[in-house]
């Protein structure tokens, strides 16, 4: 099971942390991502990163503003998020893969959290 937090209204500029904490004692994963969706849009890819070397992506309009990382330990994956824009604004999705690299598509995942709401105002 994956539970995703962190979310809130910000101002555009600001910054806000997602967290998303695996449990189950047989869950197993080799990669987490981010997705989002806003209002009236399809869901879309934000960020992953693998276990291992831990390599991380992310789509174009959030590199250097966001960053991914990875708590193997705790079995947590971060998103740290920074200089917000208003079309950042969307219900934020942690998911995670079993095997092979997280993918950039929707349909490579094996779970999925709840979903956590960024709001951010102009």
């Known amino acids: 099971q994956l539970q995703a937090s962190g979310g809130g209204l910000v101002q555009a500029g600001g910054s806000l942390r997602l967290t998303c904490a695996a449990s189950?004692?047989?869950?197993?994963?080799?990669?987490m991502g981010w997705f989002r969706q806003a209002p009236g849009k399809e869901r879309e890819f934000v960020a992953s990163?693998?276990?291992?070397?831990?390599?991380?992506y992310y789509t174009d309009s959030v590199k250097g503003r966001f960053t991914i990382s990875l708590d193997n330990a705790q079995n947590t994956v971060y998103l740290q998020m920074n200089s917000l824009k208003p079309e950042d604004t969307g219900v934020y999705y942690c998911?995670?893969?079993?095997?092979?690299?997280?993918?950039?598509?929707?349909?490579?995942?094996?779970?999925w959290g709840q979903g956590t709401q960024v709001t951010v105002s102009s």
């Open positions: 189950g004692r047989t869950f197993a994963y080799n990669g």
């Open positions: 990163i693998n276990r291992g070397q831990g390599s991380t």
């Open positions: 998911a995670a893969v079993r095997r092979g690299d997280a993918p950039e598509t929707e349909k490579g995942y094996d779970y």
